[in-house]
């Protein structure tokens, strides 16, 4: 079974940059979604990649302020969140596409 391990995050101010990584276990590509869930709201998707890379996909509140990419070799994509506002402030998990798998979600704090 594959785990999902994630780092980065933390508190940064508005339009500031953030990098989160999510490292998948054993040398299986996987398409790898992220999303993010705020405190009293559902979880919503935000990005996602497929295993070779070569396809991404964007939530449309995004506006190319995020992008998502990955590393093989490394077996870890990655979320690199500009420009932040404190509407993006939330916890952002990675998670296997089409598969109930989850990282254990990433803090992002976003100060005005």
């Known amino acids: 079974q594959v785990q999902l391990v994630q780092s980065g995050g933390g508190l940064v101010q508005a339009g500031g940059s953030l990098l989160l990584s999510c490292a998948a276990s054993g040398r299986t590509m996987y398409g790898i979604n992220w999303h993010r869930q705020a405190p009293g709201r559902e979880r919503e998707f935000v990005a996602s990649i497929s295993k070779t890379g070569e396809n991404t996909r964007y939530a449309d509140s995004i506006l190319d302020r995020f992008t998502i990419s990955r590393d093989n070799a490394k077996n870890t994509v990655y979320l690199q969140m500009n420009g932040l506002k404190p509407a993006n402030a939330a916890i952002y998990y990675c998670?296997?596409?089409?598969?109930?798998?989850w990282g254990q979600g990433s803090q992002v704090t976003v100060s005005s």
């Open positions: 998670k296997v596409d089409s598969r109930n798998v």
